[in-house]
């Protein structure tokens, strides 16, 4: 009977270890399932470490960007429109690691629980992706960055969708350079810089240290500051971009006075522009739904006045990443929430039927939202001119960032206040100097195009 009882425990001993094996290989096949289908060693998905057959990639408008045929994968037809989705769609081989091709990997294998990649060893390919990317928009936002490198994105502030993406330097897939890793021209070219990007802002910045004023200084309104061409901060000087005479808070802006936004930078203290900033999302890891984005950083000194003022106007050591920016001119434009650019429109038939929600990234005071709104649009009515922006109904702010040994960066960031037409734009063009030239001017092409698709 010992005996008999004893080999009864072995095997119920062998049965509990078999079930929990069980147990622990479907629960990661469940979890891992798709990881595992999509490795580069499937040879059903990859050949030579790049994918071959995978599901198509659309754009907004049903234009096939990337899809697979008899064993290869072929992209859109035409040089710049290929350049200019680049880094959305993504390479075949990965190194882009935020494009659709890498990021979305096992869903363009189609792999399936039930069935693996059934469908896609029977068909050639998988679950297709259709984006919320209107490809002739990056097309025209490319060729308005001309020579320059950059990065310029547009997103609908109602609802979250990313409508155009670009970033410079880029490359033909079809026909890559022999020099790509090793010319400097290239340098960066697997980096989105609208998700992966970071640079000194320069006088958009000015954005937040205004919110920052409405928030704690009660008659800001009221005040007049005196700018003649530099601010003497008692440990240095802040130099302005020139000599404005006295000025109101709105006039400041309009003229994007470094004087006075110095000035007001330093009575507002280190502390209270350093929450300001990271209530907008400074200092925090934010998320364009799946895409990761690079930290806009805002670290004011609390031992410099000086340098307390430079990083009020956008200087010193503060920087930020576009795609967080458009989202703080997003909440802005939507009188306080700024959503998160969401370039996916439907992941297969699912995400079709369901949508996908917006999501929250920027949230700012309505009150202070509804000032800032009042300052952007005086900055296009009193200062650059609604003609730049012809029927855009446009608000913005530039920025011009001084780069040690090199020439400044331009940046524009701004919204339309249509009704038909909800969109904001932020560009950044490196090296093109003010930001009342290259980024202006191309943020103002792609929106035109825009409103012209309302017609």
Request: net charge neutral; aromatic share 10%; hydrophobic share 35%.
């Amino acid at each position: 009977m010992r005996i008999t009882a004893k080999r009864a425990a072995v095997i119920y001993v062998l049965i509990l270890a078999f079930l929990a094996g069980t147990g622990i290989f479907v629960a990661s096949l469940v979890i891992k399932g798709p990881e595992w289908a999509s490795n580069k060693a499937n040879r059903h998905i990859y050949s030579s470490g790049s994918i071959v057959n995978a599901g198509t990639i659309y754009d907004s408008k049903g234009v096939e960007l990337a899809k697979s045929s008899d064993n290869e994968r072929i992209f859109v037809k035409g040089e710049t429109l290929r350049k200019s989705v680049l880094h959305i769609v993504g390479d075949t081989a990965g190194y882009i690691s935020t494009g659709t091709h890498y990021l979305f990997r096992d869903t363009l294998s189609g792999y399936s629980r039930i069935e693996g990649i059934y469908n896609l060893k029977q068909k050639g390919t998988g679950t297709d992706i259709t984006l919320n990317i209107d490809s002739e928009a990056n097309k025209i936002a490319y060729n308005a960055l001309g020579d320059y490198n950059g990065a310029i994105a547009v997103y609908n502030y109602k609802t979250g969708k990313l409508l155009c993406s670009v970033s410079k330097p880029s490359y033909d897939i079809n026909n890559p350079p022999d020099d790509l890793l090793t010319n400097e021209k290239y340098q960066g070219v697997f980096l989105d810089k609208v998700v992966s990007g970071i640079y000194t802002p320069g006088s958009i910045m000015k954005i937040v240290t205004a919110a920052c004023a409405i928030e704690n200084i009660p008659d800001i309104y009221s005040r007049t500051f005196e700018c003649d061409g530099e601010y003497e901060t008692g440990d240095g000087k802040v130099i302005c971009n020139g000599v404005h005479g006295k000025v109101n808070f709105q006039k400041a802006m309009n003229e994007s006075c470094n004087c006075a936004f110095a000035e007001i930078s330093i009575e507002l203290g280190a502390d209270k522009l350093k929450k300001t900033a990271e209530s907008l999302g400074f200092n925090t890891q934010l998320y364009a739904k799946e895409v990761r984005l690079t930290k806009s950083r805002f670290s004011p000194s609390t031992e410099s006045k000086a340098e307390l003022g430079w990083a009020g106007i956008g200087q010193s050591t503060t920087y930020v990443n576009p795609a967080h920016f458009l989202a703080i001119a997003g909440a802005i434009a939507n009188g306080g929430e700024g959503y998160a650019p969401d370039r996916i429109r439907s992941l297969g038939t699912f995400t079709e039927i369901i949508g996908r929600a917006p999501e929250v990234i920027v949230k700012m005071n309505p009150d202070t939202a509804a000032k800032l709104n009042t300052l952007l649009r005086s900055n296009v009515e009193d200062k650059y001119g609604d003609w730049k922006f012809e029927n855009l109904v446009m608000c913005g702010k530039t920025g011009t960032a001084q780069i040690d040994g090199a020439k400044s960066h331009s940046w524009f960031v701004g919204y339309s206040q249509r009704s038909d037409l909800p969109l904001a734009v932020v560009c950044i063009a490196e090296n093109a100097g003010y930001g009342s030239g290259v980024a202006l001017s191309a943020s103002n092409k792609v929106m035109q195009y825009f409103l012209s698709q309302l017609k």
